[in-house]
T-cell receptor
Framework: AQKVTQAQTEISVVEKEDVTLDCVYE???????LFWYKQPPSGELVFLIR??????QNEISGRYSWNFQKSTSSFNFTITASQVVDSAVYFC?????????????FGTGTRLKVLA | KAGVTQTPRYLIKTRGQQVTLSCSPI?????VSWYQQTPGQGLQFLFE???????NKGNFPGRFSGRQFSNSRSEMNVSTLELGDSALYLC???????????FGPGTRLLVL
């Protein structure tokens, strides 16, 4: 069965520190998609990144970087030089393509608090 | 391009009532999905509509239903409301079933 685990419930860091949010997934599908979303207090889920199962290239976008490793079924997210505006709940999600469902399975989220 | 819009943003109902929530997807998007978010259960998939057809349904009772119109706008309905239905209901749209979903601001429903 498909599953997404975000073991870190809450992380607090001081501004300018680097922080890594962990995501471990389970799926039997050979084709799947992984996502990270940010949810600020307003409630809207903001899309950050998508990764396809056949593309293990890591990605860097400004202060954000993602490490996708199929061997360990992990898709970790790192924020370098964190800022107070990064404070939010971050969700990792999995969508399976082979089974034809495409519904998103979300992890329980990691609440990030960046202190000034 | 305007994002996903949801109306109303906030709603207070009493047990036993019914409620209808509306979602307008991003222009050109044909797929609309609905999710329920609660502190206890997290984000859970409700259903997905594509070209006016329900393609997928989550594990929710029949009190939860939805539909999609020819202009891709979608509504979800919850009948005979229970206290446990209090949640943030999020709508997401995508240009295709394999494509990335973009979420609206949600409707916060409080059932008293």
């Amino acid at each position: 069965a498909q599953k997404v685990t975000q073991a870190q419930t809450e992380i607090s860091v001081v501004e300018k520190e680097d922080v890594t949010l962990d995501c471990v997934y389970e799926t039997r599908d050979t084709t799947y998609y992984l996502f990270w979303y940010k949810q600020p207090p307003s409630g809207e889920l903001v899309f950050l990144i998508r990764r396809n199962s056949f593309d293990e290239q890591n990605e860097i976008s400004g202060r954000y970087s993602w490490n996708f490793q199929k061997s360990t079924s992990s898709f970790n997210f790192t924020i370098t030089a964190s800022q107070v505006v990064d404070s939010a709940v971050y969700f990792c999600a999995l969508s399976e393509a082979t089974s034809g469902t495409y519904k998103y399975i979300f992890g329980t989220g990691t609440r990030l608090k960046v202190l000034a | 391009k305007a994002g996903v819009t949801q109306t109303p943003r906030y709603l207070i109902k009493t047990r036993g009532q019914q409620v209808t929530l509306s979602c307008s997807p991003i222009s050109g998007h044909r797929s609309v999905s609905w999710y329920q978010q609660t502190p206890g259960q997290g984000l859970q998939f409700l259903f997905e509509y594509f070209s006016e057809t329900q393609r997928n349904k989550g594990n929710f009772p029949g009190r939860f239903s939805g539909r999609q119109f020819s202009n891709s706008r979608s509504e979800m309905n919850v009948s005979t409301l229970e206290l446990g239905d209090s949640a943030l209901y999020l709508c997401a749209s995508s240009s295709g079933r394999r494509e990335t979903q973009y979420f609206g601001p949600g409707t916060r429903l409080l059932v008293l």
